[in-house]
């Protein structure tokens, strides 16, 4: 069984974890995957849905994702991380604020606002 599933609606990827990684490797996979789909012509943003995730990441898978982060910020033009927690959302928030990314990175609870930041509030993403 798949831990993520993924969609394109038209500009945006859309990856949704379903459980996180548990090593690196696999960890590396899902970044590799994602990398791919970014390098596909007309992707300008990336939607990352992490309402399933309920454990924190080790080290390395963290790691890894950190360095797909900072990647994807040279590759797109909005990047949108929907949180099971308000809290994880307001942390987040935070961060991008303090990098000065707050116009193109940012966190939500809500998918309706996640999909309206990215320009496609009138998607049915599941």
């Known amino acids: 069984m798949s831990k993520y599933e993924y969609k394109v609606e038209g500009d945006v990827f859309y990856f949704k974890y ?59 033009e909005k990047n949108a991380t929907i949180t099971p927690s308000a809290s994880l959302k307001m942390q987040l928030n935070r961060l991008s604020k303090t990098a000065g990314t707050y116009d193109t990175v940012r966190a939500f609870t809500d998918m309706d606002q996640a999909l309206e930041f990215v320009g496609i509030s009138d998607a049915k993403i599941s």
């Open 18 to 76: 379903l459980e996180m990684a548990s090593t690196a490797a696999e960890a590396q996979d899902q970044a590799d995957f994602v990398r791919s789909q970014i390098d596909k012509p007309g992707i300008k943003k990336f939607l990352n849905d992490n309402r399933n995730v309920t454990s924190v990441a080790n080290p390395e898978v963290s790691a890894i994702w950190g360095e797909l982060m900072g990647w994807l910020s040279t590759k797109i």
